[in-house]
């Protein structure tokens, strides 16, 4: 199956900075990538996603961006705010990308 | 605006008992997954089905959960009997599983069981 790993486990960042958070994948198949953002209570929300045959796609604030030859991908989000704050979780697919495998999450804590 | 309906949100049980959780996919979504979601394993994949068919189980415990899917609005994921390490919150996710979009996963808001 897919092992994804996500890296840092928390990131706190001062309003108006940027931030990264990275993921690796281990299927080579993969041609998928997902982010999702949870707030404390609610189900994860995907907020945006990319697919192989791009290297970059952005959405106003956030960005990925995906490295296929080194099997890894990124979310980066400019400017950030307060209402950042939250768990973000990345993704890869496995068995023929039909089923996703979660990264173990982010915690992402912007400090006004 | 579409969104995955989960009932109930909070359920609180007793060891031993049936638990039954219910979602209600988003409409003309033909794909449903239903995740487990705990602080030491994180998300995990129990089932999923397509057209309501169930594809792969393999993430369940099969001696006390069971999934199915009565109608296309309907997913159903039950334990009996429940046991304190059930204690998790249980997603549903939907997507609309076609050829380009086969893994977008919509999620509901989850269902946070309490087994005690």
């Known amino acids: 199956g897919e092992n994804v790993e996500q890296h840092p486990s928390t990131l706190s960042v001062q309003e108006g900075d940027s931030a990264v958070i990275k993921c690796t994948y281990s299927?080579?198949?993969?041609?998928?990538f997902p982010w999702y953002k949870q707030e404390l209570g609610k189900g994860p929300q995907l907020i945006i996603d990319?697919?192989?045959?791009?290297g970059e796609k952005k959405d106003q604030r956030i960005a990925v961006t995906l490295n296929k030859t080194a099997k890894h991908f990124s979310l980066h989000i400019t400017e950030t705010q307060p209402e950042d704050s939250a768990v973000y979780f990345c993704?890869?697919?496995?068995?023929?990308?039909?089923?996703?495998?979660f990264g173990t999450g982010t915690r992402l804590t912007i400090i006004p | 605006d579409a969104r995955v309906t989960q009932t109930p949100r909070h359920k609180v049980t007793e060891m031993g008992q049936e638990v039954t959780m219910r979602c209600q996919p988003i409409?003309?979504?033909?794909?449903v997954f239903w995740y487990r979601q705990t602080m030491m394993q994180g998300l995990e994949l129990l089932a999923y089905?397509?057209?309501?068919?169930?594809?792969?189980d393999s993430g369940m415990p099969k001696d006390r959960f069971s999934a199915e899917m009565p109608d296309a609005t309907l997913a159903t994921l039950k334990i009996q009997p429940s046991e304190p390490r059930d204690s998790a919150v249980y997603f549903c996710?939907?997507?609309?599983?076609?050829?380009?979009?086969?893994?977008?996963?919509?999620f509901g808001q989850g269902t946070r069981l309490t087994v005690v």
């Open positions: 996710a939907s997507g609309p599983g076609t050829a380009v979009m086969n893994t977008e996963a919509f």
């Open positions: 299927d080579s198949a993969s041609n998928y």
């Open positions: 990319i697919r192989s045959n791009v």
């Open positions: 993704a890869a697919p496995y068995f023929g990308n039909e089923k996703l495998t």
């Open positions: 409409l003309g979504h033909n794909t």
């Open positions: 089905f397509r057209n309501r068919a169930p594809l792969d």
